[in-house]
């Protein structure tokens, strides 16, 4: 895939777009302004700011210097305002340490050499190549030597020319990019041609878009177009005088550009599969429809048409496998309404309990029904509890096996949040916290060892992110020291960007990330439980490299939720049915190795517990498959 990396940012194909707010020079020479519309684009969202960098004195000639009406007409419009907005080299220190305050990246199109010099000495991750500079041969050969990745517009330039300066740079070894381009201010509709991406494509690098139109929707459709990098003039008004404020974006404009570019990077997906998101498999369960008995059928019926009925909720198989049900035998009682399973077409869920991978593994079960899955032999039971469990009373019993309990999620129509900035949501989480690790404690002496309590951080928002990312880890830093854990092993749970509660998706604002987790947990002397589903998720949004997030946080695990993830809400799917590969998985854990992972774990399918636990089945065989497959892998 062709990339550049600009600081610490891939910039490229599969990535999210890059998005420049350009300045350029709609400061207008003036500091405070050049400030203010940095606050724009860091408000926007935008990746960098870019500005222009030039030495008049070495790009223009004197005469022309001294008297711009000895030029053509637009040389007599142009160079004078050119003159008078130049910023002087302090103030773009100054600029520079105010992007790295408010944590924007700056960039600059040098235009002459010394320009360039200066802007190395500034320490930019990257360089702007304007279109007229496109075949400035010698320039580019300048920037090359500083081995920082160059992105070149090419409006202005024929295509031969494109191909003298592509074939220039890579004789040259140089990372850089194409930005399809029309430099006119504003550049008419008719004249963009935006497919023209396609043939900036054909030289194998990062193709994207700098658009001087009016209005934002051809650079949202360019982004749609696979543009990975999208470039736009703000300004504070349209109306000021300059060459480039009729072509810009005032804030309202460029902030709706930002916010459109990014609901197209997450609509455009891979295009690999098509996941049924979470909101889709709640929908499909209520509304969808499965294959029923139309009335009292005994063992040994045959099947007929008139004994199969369509109706809903989606508990049972699918009516596309009507014409595998008619005609076959029944081998049980089943019921008017009683959906048909798997089992009524031969299909047969076997655990070879012998022969599983070497984990603590079990089940998730509730009060109502762990008692079914006792015959598979499970080395612990994960208790998944709702507020209301919390006050009833634990079946008893003495169980040769590991205890874990959930504590709820939510109550009534709140969540638990240790993170919130809502004191009174906070101590209400606290409480159902501490009420969950007494009930654990509770039932501690009927279980084997020392009981795990899995608790999620929260840190979620329903409409917008939340900024205040420090506050949220240090409330929730404040709720777990505040928590009474003697007797427990409690272990918060990282978690998925798109959760799903009360009907609706969420926003999830915190404990996400490996790095930002590792850091949170290692001074307070905690671990996790890894989800694998919401970590899969979390490194699709993010565009990150779930294999090493897995790594980083290994040495933290002390129970694992195993199921597949897809897109960027696909969560709890079944093993094999998402995108995780689950033999590198097991590679990178080392289960089973001197210094691999040996803790408990859970195949935490959505709905796995139904037709007696067959979905948790069905992924501890599929799970042990993975773990042989990658022992063989390494053993060769």
């Known amino acids: 895939m062709p990339v550049i990396k600009i600081g610490d940012r891939l910039v490229g194909d599969d990535q999210p777009t890059y998005i420049i707010a350009e300045i350029g020079v709609n400061h207008n020479g003036i500091l405070p302004l050049a400030l203010e519309l940095i606050d724009v684009a860091v408000s926007a969202g935008a990746d960098a700011v870019k500005f222009q960098k030039r030495n008049l004195e070495k790009l223009y000639a004197r005469k022309y210097l001294d008297n711009a009406n000895s030029g053509e007409k637009t040389l007599r419009y142009l160079l004078p305002i050119l003159q008078q907005v130049e910023l002087p080299d302090s103030d773009y220190e100054k600029i520079l340490d105010y992007c790295w305050q408010k944590g924007i990246t700056f960039m600059s199109s040098a235009f002459d050499v010394d320009s360039a010099d200066f802007l190395e000495a500034l320490g930019v991750p990257a360089y702007k190549v304007a279109s007229a500079d496109l075949t400035n041969l ?57 497919r023209f991406m396609e043939r900036l494509r054909e030289f194998g690098v990062p193709v994207g878009y700098s658009g001087h139109e009016r209005g934002i929707a051809v650079s949202t459709v360019a982004s749609a177009l696979g543009a990975a990098i999208i470039e736009r003039h703000i300004t504070l008004d349209r109306t000021m005088d300059g060459p480039d404020h009729a072509a810009s974006l005032e804030p309202q404009g460029f902030n709706k550009l930002v916010r459109d570019i990014r609901q197209v990077d997450m609509a455009l997906g891979t295009g690999e599969e098509k996941y049924m998101s979470r909101g889709e498999i ?81 089940f998730t079960v509730r009060f109502r029904d762990f008692e079914d899955l006792l015959i598979y032999e499970p080395r612990l039971l994960e208790y998944h509890f709702t507020d209301q469990d919390l006050d009833e009373p634990f079946p008893i019993g003495d169980f040769d096996f590991q205890l874990v309990t959930h504590a709820p999620e939510f109550f009534e129509r709140t969540l638990v949040d240790l993170c919130s900035l809502d ?23 009927h279980f084997r060892g020392t009981p795990k309590v899995i608790v999620h951080p929260g840190g979620m928002s329903l409409d917008h992110p939340l900024e205040e990312k420090q506050v949220l880890y240090e409330n929730l830093r ?159």
């Not at 779930?546 to 799917?573: M, R, T």
Request: with cysteine; charged share 20%; glycine share 8%.
């Open 138 to 194: 010698p320039l580019l050969d300048h920037l090359v030597k500083k081995e920082k990745p160059l992105i070149l517009s090419t409006g202005m330039s024929r295509m031969d020319e494109v191909e003298v300066t592509v074939n220039f740079l890579k004789q040259r070894g140089a990372s850089f990019a194409l930005l399809h381009c029309n430099s006119t201010y504003p550049a008419a509709f008719e004249d963009i041609n935006l």
């Open 282 to 362: 709640l929908n499909r369960e209520v509304l969808g429809k499965s294959l029923v008995a139309a009335r009292d059928i005994q063992p040994g019926e045959v099947i007929s048409a008139e004994m199969v009925a369509v109706k809903g909720p989606a508990l049972g198989i699918s009516p596309q496998h009507y014409p595998q049900l008619v005609n076959r035998r029944a081998t049980r009682v089943i019921q008017a309404d009683e959906p048909f399973f798997e089992r009524d077409l031969g299909v047969e869920v076997q655990l070879d309990v012998a022969h599983t991978l070497p984990l603590d593994w079990g």
């Open 423 to 445: 004191e009174s949501q906070r101590h209400e989480s606290l409480e159902l916290i501490q009420k969950t690790i007494d009930l654990t404690r509770q039932m501690a002496p």
């Open 478 to 636: 404040r709720s777990v020291e505040s928590l009474d854990t003697d007797g427990v092993e409690m272990l918060l749970e990282n978690l998925p960007p798109h959760p799903w509660y009360f009907g609706g998706q969420w926003l999830t604002n915190a404990f996400m990330d490996a790095y930002e987790i590792r850091d949170f947990i290692q001074p307070l002397g905690l671990n996790i439980c890894f989800d694998t589903s919401h970590s899969k998720l979390y490194c699709t949004w993010a565009h990150l490299n779930f294999y090493e997030q897995v790594a980083v946080l290994l040495p933290y695990v002390h129970h694992l939720h195993l199921s597949d993830g897809a897109g960027l809400d696909g969560e709890g799917l079944q093993i094999g049915e998402g995108t995780v590969d689950w033999v590198r998985f097991f590679k990178v854990i080392g289960a089973g190795r001197s210094g691999g992972y040996h803790g408990t774990m859970i195949p935490e399918i959505w709905r796995g517990h139904q037709r007696g636990g067959e979905g948790f089945l069905i992924a501890i065989q599929r799970l042990s498959e993975a773990y042989f497959k990658a022992q063989q892998d390494e053993a060769a």
